[in-house]
């Protein structure tokens, strides 16, 4: 007893130090969907990363009566648990409960989290695809990454696993349930989820893959309108968003009158790559600002000159499952009033963590700051409203377009100039929006109208010159 005692005291006195000088901090922190180191964009953001090295916090006391209440407990696990176990993994189990009793996004880093930690924001390693977080005791997703085994096979957002392989996923073990979501390729695992608003668990058998995700897609929807799709913000999502738009131009033959960017789905990751993302946006402005109790996490970004679209309308797609990183950038153009938000309230994750390094193979993940919008406001748990709100729905498409009746079918009817000689007018282009898609076909009608407000100003004032 007088053992576990002393390691006790040591632990308090130990962590104390830690915290009132800490080490130097990761410049690509992570909770799971959105890594929190926050050095420069490259483009020229305003701050230097919020490193917690030398911060200082006030002196702390342990209580000697809470410190006799965990060796007593300690001491009766020894003594009377069922199973015999060891020292090591309880003090391990202790040091989870700490963090993860803070909030959901604090964690203990061993070596395969920390492992895990670098393939999520270089974007490849072995698994489903999926997003998860720790809510509550339950394993809730936040998203299927696009093109990835867990999207192809129904994964949503707001589902919770409650099975994996049949065995029950337990809330004093999530640490081990996310773990298992990952293997080798070509191993199958079913997961029994609980659909958003629904009560009965169905199963999902889902096959791993190296997954590698290239987190920027792009296509041309209309002449002269282009789509954007970043499903998570890595290291080279900045960089893979700018050859996308190049690549659309040189489709367009000319520069875009517009263009949709979603971010629906997208669970978050780099804050250095969301920062950038913005900026390619904006000529000025804020973009975020990060305040926590240190010093060093207070932090704040700005634009530079550089738009990619020139001042052309922008319509930013939202929905639940966007997250954190992807806040940040929607926030961003909000606030500056640079875009349109279409869809649902975003997820609403807006604190901080930094990666504090233990030695070389482990370290804590800790929250210290929450983010904020140009406008001042804090994303945390409320999210951003979207400027105009979407439905979830689903559009069909008729297959019988013959049957409509016009002018052309009436007998003898004049010819028209753009008339086949067939008796059918000339199809306009097809646009390529998604046909079941109801917020991508919102979006665009929204950023036509956009743009033909854009232009007629324009031409009036030439005229008036």
Do not use: W
């Amino acid at each position: 007893m007088r053992s576990v005692l002393a390691l006790a005291v040591t632990l308090a006195l130990t962590s104390a130090v830690a915290f009132a000088d800490p080490p130097h901090a990761s410049p690509a922190g992570t909770d799971g969907q959105a890594p929190a180191g926050t050095a420069p964009a490259a483009k020229g953001g305003a701050a230097s990363e919020p490193s917690v090295s030398g911060g200082k916090a006030p002196k702390r006391t342990v209580d000697m009566a809470d410190i006799r209440t965990f060796t007593a407990v300690y001491s009766l696990i020894q003594q009377a648990y069922v199973d015999d176990v060891s020292d090591q993994r309880l003090m391990q189990a202790a040091i989870r409960g700490l963090l993860s009793n803070l909030d959901p996004h604090s964690e203990y880093l061993d070596k395969a989290a920390l492992e895990g930690l670098t393939e999520d924001t270089t974007g490849s390693y072995d698994g489903l695809g999926l997003q998860v977080v720790q809510v509550e005791g339950s394993l809730r997703v936040i998203a299927p990454i696009d093109d990835t085994p867990a999207q192809r096979g129904g994964i949503r957002p707001g589902d919770i696993i409650v099975r994996i392989d049949g065995k029950p996923v337990q809330a004093d073990d999530l640490d081990s349930a996310v773990a298992r979501l990952r293997g080798k390729p070509g191993t199958t695992i079913t997961l029994s989820v609980v659909h958003e608003k629904q009560t009965v668990p169905v199963d999902i058998k889902l096959t791993r893959e190296v997954i590698r995700v290239s987190s920027v897609r792009g296509r041309l929807l209309e002449a002269g309108f282009g789509y954007l799709r970043v499903s998570q913000f890595q290291e080279e999502t900045a960089a893979q968003l700018r050859k996308q738009f190049a690549r659309l131009v040189e489709s367009n033959k000319g520069a875009l009158r517009g263009a949709v960017l979603d971010l629906r789905s997208n669970p978050g990751g780099l804050v250095t790559a969301a920062v950038e993302v913005a900026d390619d946006f904006l000529e000025r402005g804020v973009v975020v600002s990060t305040r926590g109790r240190l010093k060093q996490s207070d932090t704040s970004f700005s634009a530079t000159p550089g738009d990619l679209l020139g001042g052309a309308p922008l319509v930013v797609l939202v929905d639940n499952g966007s997250a954190s990183a992807a806040e940040i950038v929607a926030g961003a153009l909000k606030d500056n009033h640079r875009a349109l938000l279409m869809g649902r309230r975003t997820f609403g994750k807006g604190s901080v963590q930094t990666i504090l390094p233990i030695d070389a193979d482990h370290a804590v993940k800790l929250t210290t700051a929450r983010y904020y919008t140009p406008s001042g406001a804090s994303i945390q748990a409320s999210g951003i409203e979207p400027d105009i709100a979407l439905a979830d729905l689903t559009l069909s498409v008729r297959s019988d377009e013959d049957i409509s009746f016009g002018e052309r079918d009436l007998r003898n009817h004049l010819k028209g100039s753009n008339e086949s000689e067939a008796g059918a007018a000339e199809p306009a282009p097809a646009s390529t929006a998604a046909p079941h898609d109801y917020a991508l076909s919102e979006a665009l009608n929204a950023l036509k109208v956009l743009a033909l407000q854009r232009a007629v100003p324009a031409e009036a004032g030439g005229k008036k010159d």
